[in-house]
T-cell receptor, first 113, second 115 residues
Framework: SQKIEQNSEALNIQEGKTATLTCNYTNYSPAYLQWYRQDPGRGPVFLLLIRENEKEKRKERLKVTFDTTLKQSLFHITASQPADSATYLCALDMMDSSYKLIFGSGTRLLVRP | DAGVIQSPRHEVTEMGQEVTLRCKPISGHDYLFWYRQTMMRGLELLIYFNNNVPIDDSGMPEDRFSAKMPNASFSTLKIQPSEPRDSAVYFC?????????????FGPGTRLLVL
């Protein structure tokens, strides 16, 4: 079965630096991969989706890459701000023509002022 | 739109009691998902519906859990009888497959504590 690995340790960076979060998967390459942000006490919020035929996608200060050879997606936040502090989850489709997603356990990002 | 609405936001109950969680999806969305989130297991899909019909309930832990969607604007997740290990945050999410991306919109969650 598909397994998703995200760094369980918090990422602690200085404001203004680029944060890079990793999502690795172990089995099949998904048709698409999504990144969500979750703040304490709230539900996840969708940020970006990247498809298997896309290498990179950008949205404002966010950039996602997708390497099906490495079975890895990287999520970058440039010019990070304390307001970016949250937990970031990656999610993969189930490749069974359903609309189910498998979520990683998330990586907590702390941006110091 | 108000987004996905869940109630109650917090629920504290005693072991053995029945618990009912409620969800109102975003109007026009045709998929509804129920998730459970714990520190140990992360975010797990319990069941999902398409056009009010349950499609996959393979994530439902056991027979104590049941879910219904009587119409397009309302769904319930019921636990009977509840056990301490059911303590978690339960999220409802909805999506619109006809949209530009297959994203899911989550509600604020119900934090359940079973004593």
């Amino acid at each position: 079965s598909q397994k998703i690995e995200q760094n369980s340790e918090a990422l602690n960076i200085q404001e203004g630096k680029t944060a890079t979060l990793t999502c690795n998967y172990t089995n099949y390459s998904p048709a698409y991969l999504q990144w969500y942000r979750q703040d304490p006490g709230r539900g996840p919020v969708f940020l970006l989706l990247i498809r298997e035929n896309e290498k990179e996608k950008r949205k404002e200060r966010l950039k996602v890459t997708f390497d099906t050879t490495l079975k890895q997606s990287l999520f970058h936040i440039t010019a990070s701000q304390p307001a970016d502090s949250a937990t970031y989850l990656c999610a993969l489709d189930m490749m069974d023509s359903s609309y189910k997603l498998i979520f990683g356990s998330g990586t907590r990002l702390l941006v110091r002022p | 739109d108000a987004g996905v609405i869940q109630s109650p936001r917090h629920e504290v109950t005693e072991m053995g009691q029945e618990v009912t969680l409620r969800c109102k999806p975003i109007s026009g969305h045709d998929y509804l998902f129920w998730y459970r989130q714990t520190m140990m297991r992360g975010l797990e899909l319990l069941i999902y519906f398409n056009n009010n019909v349950p499609i996959d309930d393979s994530g439902m832990p056991e027979d104590r859990f049941s879910a219904k969607m009587p119409n397009a604007s309302f769904s319930t997740l019921k636990i009977q009888p509840s056990e301490p290990r059911d303590s978690a945050v339960y999220f409802c999410a909805s999506s619109w497959v006809g949209g530009p991306e297959e994203t899911q919109y989550f509600g604020p969650g119900t934090r359940l504590l079973v004593l």
